[in-house]
């Protein structure tokens, strides 16, 4: 009996033992990806399928061009792969993505600084561009590619049929939303329209981002620099209270239906209205062109400068960098490309639908495009104007995630306690910011 | 001689016997090895390092721990945890109960209701989760609130009002979960003693009592699995969160693994999400080895 017992022992650990190996072999033989190759880049970007598209137009225009070859891997969830990538220490050559992450990637240690010099037609984008990658030890740490700013998408039929204009100030905007929501501008005697879409949740910082450019608008900052590469939390300033308070009492403890219903749990994905055709105004990037276009059809609505609040109409700029992957060692091939996406040529490519699919840059980053004339479309040059004359990004050089996290976090919640008092939660807020930018040893 | 001629034969057999097993269980110790156990054994490994995958990772002993149990975010979430972690699995057995003596019995029209009543188990929870945002849409376009405008009430804002939202997110867990008790109490039914109940009507005895003393007490073995994995999966919600609310409004339907999601993947603190996933995995842990207890203790009373 002992002895069969010990027997049956000895074969479960064989067997796992044989199972440790067996995946072990699994894990090494599956690395065999043909970025090895010297003339070969590894280039991630975070785009869905579509847009991949477009990427896949610009990489081979470039491979024809220079010979280098890329291994181009579009990736949904990238920062969930980069993370797994960046513990086996070997990370995609180029990266492409969102502005705001630079800040969070270089205090991990992912990226490589970049001196413009070294890229083939830098001086062709502008110093206010070429600024917004500059990170928290002065040194360059992204090559700007794709900029945007948010613009105001409205219902021009349904102004029309009120006899309304665009708005262009907080007060007009009000007064149309809540004309839009009470005087039936869809014709259909039902009480079914809303004002305006507000992506309101607190997940993945949505009420940050969708508030910023109202932030910026009212005088307000979230933090701000001291001057010395150190910051201060700036949320209980008298701007940021009287921001907050209008936003609270007029849109989302105002009148009914100025805003759409469940906005205090919308993200983008799901505040449809816009498109529905049930909301007539959204405060949002120029990304969503191509969709409102199909619907509720581009005859229906027009792109228009953001309506100016107390201290101006500053809205929210954010976009997309070229970054290169720290210790790669492919510097040549990596400024080869980097110069080839920032020129008009590459720009162009990037900026053009072909067969439907998602245009990659916004507003070119190449100040010799002109991106209403590049597309042929007028609206463009509402956001590019937007951009250069009255646009803010986040600060780039702290990581800005928890920031915008635990802005978004107060947003929403004084947004859905009306009785709450704003100061209060904002000086709450204030403190907690002041944790976060302690934890990065930024606090002034 | 003869010894040692039947001792390698026997052992050989006896190697082959107890090879077979594993060998058939391999692929299946595999996928759990990798997928389970290699990834928890990290988890916990992790959850003593401030995680820094590019530059190394840094020893920071109980810090993380002391981090999150010490976060007020944290400790809010811990009633929304509890309340909406009993609430969804007392609701689902009680409902999984009723619908298994409504359903019960050979008839086709009855296998055709269990199917139709189990399809929320077989459907992801993301898309249960979206299809629930528009049940609970806040205006007379929503099903539930066009209902309710027959009865001369609402519109209710389920999901935006802080004080319904925990609730609105039970409603549909239970809905979700309840089913699949449904089948573990139908099996426990099935298995109950016929004669019993006839016992019980030439007694006389009302319904209520025939619950009580008969049904009851005979499903007992089916109630306990259902309890048991009610406390292994209560407390550890979150897709249904995450879904339908995302946490909000005003972090009213925050729960710990939100919380933790949040942590981990929006603000890149990979060692405080393990620390908060490692203090969920040890409450399960506790929780599910005391209901095992007062089980057994039950058992052999």
């Known amino acids: 009996m002992g002895d069969r017992r010990r027997s049956r022992r000895l074969a479960a650990t064989l067997t796992v033992a044989g199972l440790v190996f067996g995946t072990a072999a699994c894990g090494s033989g599956s690395d065999s990806a043909d970025s090895g190759g010297p003339n070969t880049l590894e280039v991630w970007t975070r785009s869905n399928p579509d847009a991949a598209a477009t990427y896949d137009r610009v990489f081979a225009a470039f491979t024809k061009k220079t010979g280098i070859k890329i291994d181009y891997q579009p990736v949904v969830n990238f920062d969930q792969q980069l993370q797994s990538r960046a513990s086996t220490k070997d990370l995609p050559d180029v990266m492409i993505n969102d502005t705001a992450l630079m800040g969070s990637y270089q205090s991990q240690g992912l990226l490589k600084p970049i001196t413009p010099d070294t890229i083939a037609g830098h001086d062709q984008i502008t110093d206010k561009t070429w600024s917004s990658t500059v990170g928290i030890d002065g040194k360059h740490y992204g090559i700007p590619y794709s900029r945007q700013a948010m613009t105001l998408m409205i219902r021009k039929d349904w102004l029309k049929k009120l006899g309304l204009d665009a708005p262009t100030t907080w007060q007009e905007m009000l007064r149309v939303a809540k004309a839009f929501a009470t005087e039936d501008p869809d014709g259909d005697g039902k009480a079914d329209t809303y004002g305006m879409v507000v992506p309101g949740s607190a997940q993945n910082g949505y009420a940050a981002w969708w508030g910023a450019s109202y932030l910026w608008q009212g005088g307000a900052r979230i933090i701000e620099p001291d001057g010395n590469g150190r910051y201060r939390p700036a949320m209980d300033s008298a701007a940021a209270v009287r921001t907050v308070t209008w936003l609270k009492d007029n849109l989302f403890c105002g009148a009914k239906n100025v805003v759409q219903p469940g906005a205090l749990t919308a993200i983008t994905a799901n505040a449809t209205n816009f498109q529905d055709g049930n909301a007539g105004m959204y405060l949002t990037g120029p990304y969503n062109i191509t969709t409102f276009d199909a619907t509720p059809g581009k005859d229906t609505y027009e792109v228009v400068a953001a309506p100016a609040g107390p201290a101006g109409s500053d809205v929210l700029a954010d976009g997309e960098n070229v970054y290169f992957g720290a210790k790669t060692g492919k510097a040549k091939q990596e400024q080869a490309l980097a110069a080839f996406l920032i020129s008009p040529e590459g720009q162009r490519i990037a900026m053009t639908s072909v067969d439907g699919h998602q245009p990659v840059v916004r507003i070119p980053v190449n100040s010799a495009l002109d991106a209403a004339k590049v597309r042929d479309d007028s609206r463009w040059s509402v956001v590019q104007k937007a951009y250069e004359d009255t646009s803010q990004q986040f600060p780039n050089a702290p990581d800005f995630a928890p920031i915008k996290q635990d802005t978004a976090d107060s947003l929403n919640a004084i947004f859905t306690y009306c009785g709450s008092d704003v100061a209060s939660g904002l000086k709450e807020l204030n403190d907690t910011l002041a944790g976060d930018l302690k934890d990065q040893d930024l606090l002034k | 001689m003869t010894a040692t001629l039947t001792t390698p034969r026997r052992r050989g057999v006896l190697a082959k016997r107890s090879v077979l097993p594993w060998l058939f269980l391999a692929p299946g110790l595999l996928l759990a090895l990798v997928f389970k156990f290699l990834p928890m054994g990290k988890g916990i490994w992790l959850s003593f390092f401030d995680v820094r995958p590019f530059l190394g990772d840094k020893w920071v002993g109980l810090d993380n721990y002391t981090r999150v149990l010490t976060d007020h975010r944290f400790q809010d979430a811990i009633g929304h945890t509890l309340l909406l972690g009993l609430g969804q699995s007392l609701g689902a057995i009680l409902v999984g109960f009723l619908l298994a003596l409504l359903l019960e019995g050979q008839a086709r029209s009855l296998k055709i209701m269990r199917t139709a ?185």
């Open chain 2, 117 to 301: 009543v189990f399809l929320p188990v077989v459907t992801a929870t993301a898309v249960v989760g979206e299809m629930w945002r528009l049940l609970y849409y806040p205006t007379s376009d929503g099903l539930i609130n066009h209902g309710l405008s027959f009865l001369g009430l609402g519109p209710a804002q389920f999901l935006d009002n802080p004080d319904t939202a925990l609730w609105a997110t039970m409603v549909m867990a239970v809905w979700m979960l309840a089913p699949y008790n449904m089948v573990i109490i139908l099996a426990g039914l099935a298995g109950v003693d016929r004669t019993l109940y006839e016992a019980a009507a030439m007694d006389g005895v009302s319904l209520w009592q025939r619950l009580r003393y008969v049904t009851l007490p005979a499903i007992r073995p089916a109630l306990g699995i259902v309890l048991t994995l009610a406390a292994i999966r209560g407390l550890r919600v979150f897709t249904e969160v995450y879904v339908l609310t995302g946490g909000g409004p005003a972090g009213s339907t925050e729960v710990w693994m939100t919380r933790a999601y949040t942590l981990g993947f929006t603000r890149n603190d990979i060692g405080g999400a393990s620390a908060a996933s490692v203090v969920l995995l040890c409450v399960t842990l506790l929780l599910t080895v005391t209901v095992n207890y007062f089980r057994k203790r039950g058992d052999v009373r």
